[in-house]
């Protein structure tokens, strides 16, 4: 079963203040992805990766970016943080085939 | 791009009976249709994938119908118990093979005595 972890689990930050989200798969899968869940829209699409060094832009890119540093590790920054980017952000990985995997979920809270 | 619409949005459900769960979609190149559940506090685990046109796989208390045709997946609980309370969601991989799912709004299960 493939692995995808994400840290922290849990945040609490400040309106403005500057927030790294954490995931790293062990799986080699060449895609990663980070999305967010908010109660009324589903999931939706922030950023996602196909490889080191790439980046591409989801639905809903506005106030994020994010960076693919390796194979493995994929961040989500959230700069300047505002109360409307609170919520639980899910990490995700595949390889070339159909089948995604997600990480446990992150709960941001901007108070 | 994809669009996905799910309904119900909630479903409330007595204990041995079943619900279904609608999910259409509008890209006719999509190809891979996935069930997820969540439950409180958890992250998404897989119920099931469908690849074929016309396709009816079942698993454990539940059974997904895809209709290519029509552009519409199902999840048919049957026997609903009480850990089959959770949100669903159904996803889409649409045309765009890079940008991975698209996911319906979820439909929250409540699982009643």
């Known amino acids: 079963e493939a692995a995808v972890t994400q840290s922290p689990r849990n945040k609490v930050t400040v309106t403005g203040g500057n927030v790294t989200l954490s995931c790293r798969q062990t799986n080699s899968h060449n895609y990663m992805y980070w999305y967010r869940q908010d109660t009324g829209h589903g999931l939706r699409l922030i950023h996602y990766s196909y490889g080191a060094g790439n980046l591409q832009i989801g639905d809903v890119p506005d106030g994020y970016k994010a960076t693919r540093t390796t194979q493995e590790d994929f961040f989500l920054l959230l700069e300047l943080a505002s109360p409307s980017q609170t919520s639980l952000y899910f990490c995700?990985?595949?390889?070339?085939?159909?089948?995604?995997?997600f990480g446990k979920g992150t709960r941001l809270t901007v108070v | 791009g994809e669009q996905v619409e799910q309904r119900p949005p909630h479903l409330s459900v007595r204990e041995g009976d079943s619900a279904v769960i609608i999910c259409t979609y509008t890209?006719?190149?999509?190809?891979?249709f996935f069930w997820y559940k969540q439950e409180p506090g958890a992250g998404l685990q897989l119920l099931m994938k469908?690849?074929?046109?016309?396709e009816i796989n079942e698993g454990q208390g539940f059974t997904v119908l895809l209709n290519k045709k029509d552009k519409q997946l199902s999840l048919n609980l049957t026997a609903a118990h009480p850990g089959d309370s959770a949100v669903y969601f159904c996803?889409?991989?649409?045309?765009?093979?890079?940008?991975?799912?698209?996911f319906g709004l979820g439909t929250r299960v409540s699982v009643f005595p």
């Open positions: 890209d006719p190149n999509s190809y891979y």
């Open positions: 996803a889409v991989r649409g045309g765009n093979y890079a940008q991975g799912l698209t």
């Open positions: 469908v690849f074929s046109s016309t």
């Open positions: 995700a990985s595949r390889m070339a085939g159909p089948e995604v995997f």
